[in-house]
């Protein structure tokens, strides 16, 4: 299945979660045997022969498409969690939101520098969490071979927010 047979099997939202917003639910296509593979399949193609040691997934939605992507590259698994999530020693970044703040984690021991990792996240929107866990990754010292993104909302330029990385989305709004 190509992009644009995805594209139909994600649901438009209007007013969620808050009016004037229109969401982007992917729980059709990950319900869909063959639209669930071929999604999977299409991100991981574009990273097979970049030798990536680790997937690096941001909560909750990125975990979905994280894991089987790891797998397919024989890779590792790393989470991005929101605070008070993981059990050990963690490092942290704070990062603004459109009101407020935010905190993601990870395991202090999770990379090594130098290591090549690929983030995953079901989609960009404004880019904030997506620039919060470049630079997390930058204080491991990790080197980000590129971010993949299922869907890709452009008219809010997030991907303004990722310069000197390869970005990667397969539909687009």
Same mark, same amino acid.
């Given at each position: &299945?190509?992009?644009?047979g995805? *594209?139909? @099997?994600?649901?438009?939202? !209007?007013?969620?979660?808050? !009016?004037?917003? @229109?969401?982007?639910?992917?729980? !059709? /296509? ?11 399949? /299409? ?22 498409? $994280?894991?089987?992507?790891?797998? *397919? /590259?024989?890779? =590792? ?19 603004? /939101?459109?009101? =407020?703040?935010?905190?993601?984690? &990870?395991?202090?021991d999770?990379?090594?520098? $130098?290591?090549?990792?690929?983030v ?7 880019? $904030?969490? #997506?620039?919060?866990? #470049? ?26 927010k ?12």
């Amino acid at each position: &299945m190509d992009s644009s047979g995805l *594209k139909a @099997l994600i649901r438009s939202i !209007p007013d969620f979660p808050i !009016p004037g917003i @229109l969401f982007r639910d992917v729980t !059709p /296509l990950l319900k869909d045997k063959e639209g669930f593979r071929s999604a999977i399949d /299409l991100m991981a193609a574009n990273y097979a022969n970049k030798q990536i040691d680790y997937v690096v997934a941001i909560e909750a939605r990125g975990y979905i498409f $994280g894991a089987p992507i790891a797998y *397919k /590259l024989g890779a =590792g698994f790393i989470p991005v969690r929101k605070p008070g999530k993981l059990p050990y020693e963690k490092i942290n970044v704070d990062y603004e /939101l459109e009101y =407020g703040t935010n905190t993601l984690e &990870m395991h202090a021991d999770a990379l090594a520098n $130098g290591e090549r990792v690929l983030v995953v996240d079901d989609l960009l929107a404004t880019g $904030g969490t #997506a620039a919060a866990t #470049a630079q997390l990754l930058k204080k491991f010292g990790a080197h980000v071979v590129g971010f993949a993104f299922l869907v890709e909302l452009t008219a809010l330029g997030g991907r303004a927010k990722l310069p000197g990385v390869d970005v990667r989305s397969f539909i687009e709004y």
